[in-house]
């Protein structure tokens, strides 16, 4: 009995009083997400989420970097490097500059995060079938949700330690619990993307940051203690770079407070920083060069695409893309255009809601009431520096990436910013309601739970009906893709509208559709074309067209097209049955038309066909 007696009274006054919260928060918080998973689960919807994935998938099987996503915009570059370096490798006597036979290099993802997923793959060998009723789970998929779930709970310490050692215990508490029942968070952690890692790599910097400046003022002679902070602060701006290049471009801010904060050695310690996120992305960067002859691989491009050169997807879909702009006007003028109308949109809506809520108007009204603490006030100068940085980068790195999941994308570079802004919102409505004279002390947890219950109302309203819909159809329907990809055998080439999620869920090679079927009649001599694939670099054995294409708008990208395009395939095979007597694939199952389209060499899908008859028309 009387251990009995000392344990409870350690779990209820003693220390491990704190231990016994933080568990219970814990459970808390992970019984919660079980609700919330139970609740909002779906397939992934965005591109980026399938294509790290199957990448990821790819390294914990041992293939190394190579994806089967394959974009025309990455044959070419590999292609044009292995001939300009005279490396083509030749398989059984066939060429293969492209390296569709032997394994193409992904040059489109940075690395920490798949290889975060490779060793999730690696330590949990999951079924790769999809469930056969919606919402069609898929194992691999849920297990990136609840790894994003973990990684968010990570980000919630973090920032509760960070609030909690520039500000006081309340604002942590109120810091943490906002950030759980803000309902982005959750949506991006189910999303499958690199967010969740990006923020706690954010958090972290700004830890090191406020470590590195607290030395310099309160303790300058350990200048080592400085340095150390520096160089750790020059690494997880490195790491974040190799998570996503977008946010490489921190490293401005963290070097200028470094330079301006960080006591009488501030400079050295500036430099240090930026040498070690130097050294830390150049052997990645040497890599993509010499696949690609880009630094960053295809992504060297984002600032090109979606300019009025480059709309849409186009870029990625050249096979030979030609950098030029219309005689008499400037080279830059693409570039201006694309970042003047993306910073309106910025503006007027995204910079709003950056803080991933309302609490976004607390922070910027709050920006009036001055800081007398150092560290305070100088870490909210490295937000509000970090403002203008990811606003540019956003407004010049938009793509179409950015309209195919719009908020949950990789491309929402504003949201890594919420922690913080979140943290100083917390703390500057404390101060009002410090100032608030209530009848009784106890009244004040009535508005701050008000407080709370108003941030959470997206989040809440997930559990009112209607039901959040299960699938991300259309276009993405787990079972019919991975149905349809097993038709082909593991080393055979399919090409779809949808090749990230042809890869994720189909296991086989997919490249994105070509700008043209056949050359436009204008352009004969046009190289982006689906013979300059299947004649030249390896033969296509399927294509599958979902509602991404069939849905298109019937002016720009049906009329407007022109005959020999994608469009005029499409029309075909729904008017007349068939396809055109210059198409190669002419076996297509039923079931398919009119939301999608699969065209094959011959009826795979039946076990008694075989390769077809030369001539004559197929019927879909």
Same mark, same amino acid.
């Given at each position: 009995?009387? &251990? #009995?007696?000392?344990?409870?009274?350690?779990?209820?006054?003693?220390?491990?009083? @704190?231990?016994?919260?933080?568990?219970?928060?814990?459970?808390?918080?992970?019984?919660?997400?079980?609700?919330?998973?139970?609740?909002? =689960?779906?397939?992934?919807?965005?591109?980026?989420?399938?294509?790290?994935?199957?990448?990821?998938?790819?390294?914990? *099987?041992?293939?190394?970097?190579?994806?089967?996503? %394959?974009?025309?915009?990455?044959?070419?570059?590999?292609?044009?490097?292995? +001939? *300009?370096?005279?490396?083509?490798?030749?398989?059984?006597?066939?060429?293969?500059?492209?390296?569709? $036979?032997?394994? $193409?290099?992904?040059?489109?993802?940075?690395?920490?995060?798949?290889?975060?997923?490779?060793?999730?793959?690696?330590?949990?060998?999951?079924?790769?079938?999809?469930?056969?009723?919606?919402?069609?789970?898929?194992?691999? +998929?849920?297990?990136?949700?609840?790894?994003?779930?973990?990684?968010?709970?990570?980000?919630?310490?973090?920032?509760?330690?960070?609030?909690?050692?520039?500000?006081?215990?309340?604002?942590?508490?109120?810091?943490?619990?906002?950030?759980?029942?803000?309902?982005?968070f959750w949506r991006f952690a189910l999303s499958g993307l690199s967010t969740m890692l990006v923020l706690v790599w954010f958090v972290l910097l700004a830890i090191c940051l406020v470590q590195a400046e607290q030395i310099g003022r309160e303790q300058p002679e350990r200048s080592g203690r400085l340095f150390a902070w520096a160089a750790l602060a020059?690494?997880?701006?490195?790491?974040?770079?190799?998570?996503?290049?977008?946010?490489?471009?921190?490293?401005?801010?963290?070097?200028?407070?470094?330079?301006?904060?960080?006591?009488?050695?501030?400079?050295?310690?500036?430099?240090?920083?930026?040498?070690?996120?130097?050294?830390?992305?150049?052997?990645?960067?040497?890599?993509?060069?010499?696949?690609?002859?880009?630094?960053?691989?295809?992504?060297?491009?984002?600032?090109?695409?979606?300019?009025?050169?480059?709309?849409?997807?186009?870029?990625?879909?050249?096979? *030979?893309?030609?950098?030029?702009?219309?005689?008499?006007?400037?080279?830059?003028?693409?570039?201006?255009?694309?970042? &003047?109308?993306?910073?309106?949109?910025?503006?007027?809506?995204?910079?709003?809601?950056?803080?991933?809520?309302?609490?976004?108007?607390?922070?910027?009204?709050?920006?009036?009431?001055?800081? #007398?603490?150092?560290?305070?006030?100088?870490?909210?100068?490295?937000?509000?520096?970090?403002?203008?940085?990811?606003?540019?980068?956003?407004?010049?790195?938009?793509? $179409?990436?950015?309209?195919?999941?719009? *908020?949950?994308?990789?491309?929402?570079?504003? %949201?890594?910013?919420?922690?913080?802004?979140?943290?100083?919102?917390?703390?500057?409505?404390?101060?009002?309601?410090?100032?608030?004279?209530?009848?009784?002390?106890?009244?004040?947890?009535?508005?701050?739970?008000?407080?709370?219950?108003?941030?959470?109302?997206?989040?809440?309203?997930?559990?009112?009906?209607?039901?959040?819909?299960?699938?991300?159809?259309?276009?993405?329907?787990?079972?019919?893709?991975?149905?349809?990809?097993?038709?082909?055998?593991?080393?055979?080439?399919?090409?779809?509208?949808?090749?990230?999620?042809?890869?994720? =869920?189909?296991? @086989?090679?997919?490249?994105?559709?070509?700008?043209?079927?056949?050359?436009?009649?204008?352009?004969?001599?046009?190289?982006?074309?689906?013979?300059?694939?299947?004649?030249?670099?390896?033969?296509?054995?399927?294509?599958?067209?979902?509602?991404?294409?069939?849905d298109t708008r019937f002016l720009t990208g049906w009329v407007l097209a022109g005959e020999r395009s994608w469009a005029n395939l499409v029309i075909d095979a729904l008017v007349t049955r068939s396809v055109p007597p210059w198409c190669p694939l002419r076996a297509a199952p039923s079931g398919f038309l009119p939301e999608q389209l699969?065209?094959?060499?011959?009826?795979?899908?039946?076990?008694?066909?075989?390769?077809?008859?030369?001539?004559?028309?197929?019927?879909?």
């Amino acid at each position: 009995m009387p &251990f #009995l007696q000392d344990l409870i009274h350690q779990l209820e006054q003693g220390p491990g009083a @704190r231990y016994l919260r933080v568990i219970l928060a814990v459970l808390g918080v992970a019984a919660f997400a079980v609700a919330y998973n139970l609740r909002a =689960y779906k397939n992934f919807s965005a591109p980026e989420a399938m294509d790290m994935a199957q990448l990821a998938r790819n390294l914990a *099987e041992g293939r190394g970097y190579t994806t089967l996503c %394959i974009r025309p915009l990455t044959i070419h570059l590999v292609k044009k490097t292995n +001939e *300009e370096r005279q490396r083509v490798p030749v398989i059984n006597g066939v060429r293969d500059p492209a390296r569709l $036979h032997t394994g $193409h290099p992904d040059i489109v993802n940075p690395p920490v995060y798949p290889v975060l997923l490779a060793g999730l793959f690696k330590v949990l060998p999951l079924p790769q079938r999809v469930e056969a009723r919606p919402p069609f789970r898929f194992a691999p +998929e849920m297990a990136i949700a609840v790894l994003n779930q973990g990684l968010f709970l990570v980000l919630l310490g973090l920032t509760f330690w960070l609030a909690r050692r520039l500000f006081d215990p309340a604002v942590a508490w109120l810091s943490a619990v906002l950030m759980l029942m803000t309902e982005v968070f959750w949506r991006f952690a189910l999303s499958g993307l690199s967010t969740m890692l990006v923020l706690v790599w954010f958090v972290l910097l700004a830890i090191c940051l406020v470590q590195a400046e607290q030395i310099g003022r309160e303790q300058p002679e350990r200048s080592g203690r400085l340095f150390a902070w520096a160089a750790l602060a020059g690494l997880v701006v490195g790491l974040g770079c190799l998570t996503r290049y977008a946010f490489g471009w921190l490293i401005v801010p963290a070097v200028l407070c470094l330079w301006w904060f960080a006591g009488p050695r501030r400079r050295p310690a500036a430099l240090l920083a930026l040498a070690v996120f130097v050294v830390t992305i150049t052997p990645w960067v040497v890599r993509n060069w010499h696949v690609s002859g880009l630094p960053f691989g295809a992504a060297t491009y984002a600032v090109l695409d979606g300019t009025y050169v480059w709309p849409g997807d186009k870029l990625a879909r050249s096979l *030979e893309p030609r950098f030029e702009v219309p005689v008499g006007i400037s080279p830059l003028s693409p570039l201006w255009n694309k970042f &003047f109308a993306n910073l309106k949109l910025i503006m007027t809506q995204d910079l709003l809601r950056f803080g991933g809520s309302w609490v976004t108007a607390l922070f910027l009204a709050g920006l009036l009431v001055p800081l #007398l603490h150092p560290g305070r006030r100088r870490l909210r100068w490295f937000l509000l520096l970090c403002v203008p940085v990811l606003v540019t980068i956003q407004a010049l790195g938009r793509t $179409h990436l950015s309209d195919e999941t719009p *908020e949950i994308n990789t491309e929402n570079l504003l %949201i890594l910013l919420a922690p913080l802004v979140i943290v100083y919102g917390a703390a500057f409505f404390l101060t009002l309601l410090d100032q608030m004279e209530l009848p009784l002390y106890s009244l004040r947890y009535g508005v701050v739970a008000l407080f709370v219950g108003v941030v959470a109302l997206p989040l809440w309203l997930v559990f009112l009906p209607p039901r959040p819909i299960r699938t991300a159809y259309p276009p993405y329907n787990p079972l019919i893709i991975q149905q349809s990809a097993n038709w082909l055998r593991p080393h055979e080439l399919m090409m779809t509208d949808i090749p990230w999620a042809v890869a994720w =869920y189909g296991q @086989r090679q997919a490249v994105l559709l070509t700008r043209h079927f056949l050359p436009p009649p204008d352009e004969a001599n046009a190289p982006d074309t689906f013979f300059a694939i299947n004649d030249y670099l390896k033969p296509v054995n399927a294509l599958y067209l979902t509602p991404r294409t069939t849905d298109t708008r019937f002016l720009t990208g049906w009329v407007l097209a022109g005959e020999r395009s994608w469009a005029n395939l499409v029309i075909d095979a729904l008017v007349t049955r068939s396809v055109p007597p210059w198409c190669p694939l002419r076996a297509a199952p039923s079931g398919f038309l009119p939301e999608q389209l699969f065209l094959a060499d011959w009826a795979r899908w039946r076990r008694d066909a075989g390769p077809p008859e030369p001539g004559g028309s197929a019927k879909p």
